[in-house]
T-cell receptor, first 113, second 113 residues
Framework: EDQVTQSPEALRLQEGESSSLNCSYT??????LFWYRQDPGKGPEFLFT???AGEEKEKERLKATLTKKESFLHITAPKPEDSATYLC??????????????FGKGTKLSVIP | DTEVTQTPKHLVMGMTNKKSLKCEQH?????MYWYKQKAKKPPELMFV???????INESVPSRFSPECPNSSLLNLHLHALQPEDSALYLC????????????FGPGTRLTVT
């Protein structure tokens, strides 16, 4: 069964304190690994897509990386406006779920001024 | 422009009412999705339309009825809902099914009384 597990469930950082969020996945071949940001009561906002191990993508203070078993979302010098829930999702290469996103439960990030 | 719009933003309905949720995108995407999201949970896939045809129905109760009038529009017709159906309903679209990233709308907050 395809699974995506995110850790930690919640993370509190001081402003400027860099850290990483983890997303481990077990899917039958990976088509794509996606990161989203979600603010309370709003729809997820697309951040990154990663396709193969070793790939990295950056956007402002965020950097996503991918290995064969997990992905990391690195947050450098976070600001309070980075506070949100970060969702990781994977699409397997084949099988019944090959056209669907399997989501992790998310990491709730709080950045304290 | 990566905008998906949804109306209404909020909806309160009784268990005997019939209502519809609407979703629109003008990105030329050929796949559109309905998700249901409960508080502190990740989105759960309900339906997928690909090239205006229903391709995936995740065993959703018949009180939810999707419709795709054209490639830009997606509706979700609601009838005889239960209080446990109260949730955030999200629409998303992507270039096609599979690898492509999905772009989400802001959601409709549904309360069933």
């Amino acid at each position: 069964e395809d699974q995506v597990t995110q850790s930690p469930e919640a993370l509190r950082l001081q402003e400027g304190e860099s850290s990483s969020l983890n997303c481990s996945y077990t899917v039958s071949g990976l088509r794509g690994l996606f990161w989203y940001r979600q603010d309370p009561g709003k729809g997820p906002e697309f951040l990154f897509t990663l396709y193969s191990a070793g790939e990295e993508k950056e956007k402002e203070r965020l950097k996503a990386t991918l290995t064969k078993k997990e992905s990391f979302l690195h947050i450098t010098a976070p600001k309070p406006e980075d506070s949100a829930t970060y969702l990781c999702a994977a699409t397997p290469y084949s099988g019944a779920g090959s056209y669907q996103l399997t989501f992790g439960k998310g990491t709730k990030l709080s950045v304290i001024p | 422009d990566t905008e998906v719009t949804q109306t209404p933003k909020h909806l309160v309905m009784g268990m005997t009412n019939k209502k519809s949720l609407k979703c629109e995108q003008h990105m030329g995407h050929r796949a559109m999705y309905w998700y249901k999201q409960k508080a502190k949970k990740p989105p759960e896939l309900m339906f997928v339309y690909s090239y205006e045809k229903l391709s995936i129905n995740e065993s959703v109760p018949s009180r939810f009825s999707p419709e795709c009038p054209n490639s830009s529009l997606l509706n979700l017709h609601l009838h005889a809902l239960q209080p446990e159906d109260s949730a955030l309903y999200l629409c998303a679209s992507s270039e096609g099914q599979g690898t492509y990233e999905q772009y989400f709308g802001p959601g409709t907050r549904l309360t069933v009384t």
